[in-house]
Every structure is written in C-alpha cells, then in structure tokens.
C-alpha cells in the first residue's frame, strides 16, 4: 500500500487548509484512514479518522467543529478539510491506514504516508 499526502503550506490564523491523502495497492474496504500530527519532541497526535466504507468518522476534541474529514472512494482518496486553523495546529500531518479497531492509537496504523507540514501563523 502506498499512501501520498499533500496539500501542507502556510496560512494564516483562522484560514483554511485541506489536506489529501491517495491511497494505492490494495482493497481498502476493509480499512480506516487516519491523520495524525506532530510536533518536534512531542509524539504522534491523533487528529481524525473514518471508515473506508460507512460513515463512522472520529475527531480528537481539539480538532472536533474545526475539522472535518472525508473521502472520496472513486479517487481512493480520504481528505482534511481544515478550517479556522489555530498557530497550535501547526505540525507535520500524516497520513495512515488501519485494519484494526482501535483509531485514535498511532501503533496500530499499519500504512504510513510521507508528512506534510502545515504552518500556521499568528
């Protein structure tokens, strides 16, 4: 599996930014995708996640009303849309698949994509 995320950049405080991941390889119907962000010297965060197929989606309470997360299985693409974005959300976004139950815990992401930095300025 080989996931590509993109859409980082820079903005201003309370902009808006949508991040994409394109996920290939294999059938993903039986998967979740996740973001998570990080910070230098901080771990992993867990941002949002949804149901490859289905509706279930998950937020982490400092993103929850801000951010929303999507997919579009035509593309085998999954995206953040990030909207009054905080300089507190300013990390590196990535990207990741799970086949197991638990979303909000990066150990148990199996697919990694490569980060995308979102900056965020005051």
């Known amino acids: 599996v080989q996931l590509q995320a993109f859409g980082g950049g820079l903005v201003q405080a309370r902009g808006s930014l949508r991040l994409s991941c394109a996920a290939s390889?294999?059938?993903?119907?039986?998967?979740?995708m996740g973001w998570f962000r990080q910070v230098p010297g901080k771990e992993r965060e867990f941002v949002a996640a949804?149901?490859?197929?289905?509706?279930?989606?998950w937020y982490a309470a400092s993103v929850k009303g801000r951010f929303t997360i999507s997919r579009d299985n035509a593309k085998n693409t999954v995206y953040l849309q990030m909207d009054s974005l905080q300089p507190e959300d300013t990390a590196v976004y990535y990207c990741?698949?799970?086949?197991?139950?638990?979303?909000?815990?990066?150990?148990?992401?199996?697919?990694w994509g490569q980060g995308t930095q979102v900056t965020v300025s005051s």
């Open positions: 990741a698949l799970t086949s197991r139950a638990i979303v909000t815990s990066s150990i148990t992401y199996e697919y």
């Open positions: 390889g294999r059938t993903l119907s039986s998967y979740k």
């Open positions: 949804i149901r490859w197929s289905g509706s279930n989606t």
